[in-house]
C-alpha cells in the first residue's frame, strides 16, 4: 500500500508542477475514493501534502521564472484571511454535511470546465479582448477582483481541499487571459503554498492529519512536482494548454461522478 500512495504522490505532483491544477482535486477523492481514507483525514492530509509539495514546486518555478509575484501579493490578501476564518467556522460548527459538501463539488466541477473552454478558445478571446479592451478589468478593479478571488478560494480550500488549483487557474485564465500558461500554473501553484499552509495547520488543530500517509505521499510527490515545474517552460504552449485542459476535464468528471 505504501508504494501505491507513493506512486499516486508522484502522478499528482507532476501533473501539478506541469499545470499548478491536481493536488485537491485529484487527491481528496483519489484517498477518499480508492484508498478508503475518511473524508476529513482525506481534507486534512491532502492540505499538509499540497502545502510542501507546492513550496517545492514554487521554488522550480521561481528559478525559471514563471511566477508572477504582483498577482501571487494580490490572491494571499484574500485568501490568507479567509482560510483563518473557514478554520474557525469548522471549529465552531464541525464539519459541512453531506448535502453542502455535494453542491461545493457540483460547483468547483462547473468552474473546471469553464476554465476547459477558456483554454481551448484562448486564442479567440484575445481576439475579442483586442477587439473589446474595455471589457477587460484594468488597474484597481483588476486588483480589487483579484483579491475577492482569494477570498473565495481561501474558503473552499479550508472546507474541502479542493480548488486551489482547479478554481485558481480558471479565475487566473479569466482575469489574466494574457498570461502564458507556464505562468499561469507558476503562480497558481506560488500563492497555493501559504494558503494550504495556513489550512493544514488548522487542520492539524482539528486532529485531521495522517502523517504517516503524508510522509508515503510526499516521497512521490517531491520529484515529481520537481520534474513537472522544470518541465513547464519547456513544453510547447500549446501542448501545456492541451495538458491542462485534459487534467481539468478528468477532474470535472471525477467530482461530479
Known sequence: MTLTYIISGFAVGTLVGLTGVGGGSLMTPLLTLLFGVSPAVAVGTDLAFASITKATGTFTHRLRGTVEWDVVRLLCYGALPAALVATL???YFGGLNQEIGQIIRYSIAGSVLLTVVALLFKGKMLAWLNQHPEKQLQGRKLAAATIISGAVLGLLVTVSSIGAGAIGATLLVMLYPRMPAAHIAGTDIAYAVPL????AIGHWWLG???WELLGSLLLGSLP???LGSMAAKAVPERILRGVLATTLTLVAAKLVL
Open 89 to 91: 467556522g469548522l471549529k
Open 196 to 199: 494550504t499552509a495556513i489550512a
Open 208 to 210: 485531521s492529519i495522517n
Open 224 to 226: 515529481g512536482i520537481t
